[in-house]
């Protein structure tokens, strides 16, 4: 039986970019370099070699700093070495949401135990960027419409690693539309909570900081308590 790590790894390894987006989108796709396909690999092995279903935690698209680098969701080269223990020869990058999203890690107990009850992953699977910077699929409705039925298909394919369908966590207030639209289509999971997105909160209320980590981690615990 294949583990949740074989179709992950599988997944990420066949992924190409969509050619009907608008002419001033683009797309970065790092999993046809050989590097980011052995951390992909290195990943998914290390965390998820079992049939364990994991909550899914679902961002809006991959930033060009984190997984536009790594192939690893909301993951930079140096949170991948000091936290996942995965060496690599990657350039530190500047990346708000892994900076957050790894203090949860951490404050979970580390992401043995973390990635064993959830798996990071986004509506869309690849970074998008406009005039060199980041951009979400939902900046603009041409960009929205070409990717929906990607988008429908990410999350279909990605169901099949492993989910629980109890629950799925919603990373963005504008996010959760968009995410609640694709359920009430297809009815994927029960329950959506939606938490403010780790951008967010470092860019304007990282004074806040330790009252939004509380919430994650209360979050996170309720949603695998209440299975």
Known sequence: MMTFADKA????????????????????NPYQR??????????????????????????????????????????????????CAIDNDLRDTPELSSRFIYKVVDAFGGAKAFYSQFFLTSLFPLALTKAGKNYNFYDDRATTEALWPAINQTVQTQLIFGY????????????????RRLNDQQGFFDRIVTLDHPRYILQYKSKSMPMYLEQYITTLHECIEGQ
Not at 9 to 21: D, E, Q, T
Not at 164 to 179: F, M
């Open 9 to 28: 790894i599988a997944y990420y390894n066949s992924l190409a970019a969509p050619a009907n987006l608008p002419p001033d989108i683009g797309v970065i």
């Open 34 to 83: 050989p590097d980011v396909k052995g951390i992909v690999s290195d990943f998914y092995t290390r965390f998820f070699s079992d049939n364990s279903p994991r909550v899914f935690v679902l961002g809006i698209n991959p930033g060009r700093f984190g997984a536009g680098v790594t192939g690893i969701s909301f993951t930079t080269p140096q949170n991948l070495r000091r936290y």
């Open 164 to 179: 629980n369908r109890h629950v799925a966590v919603c990373l963005g207030r504008k996010n959760e539309t968009y995410l």
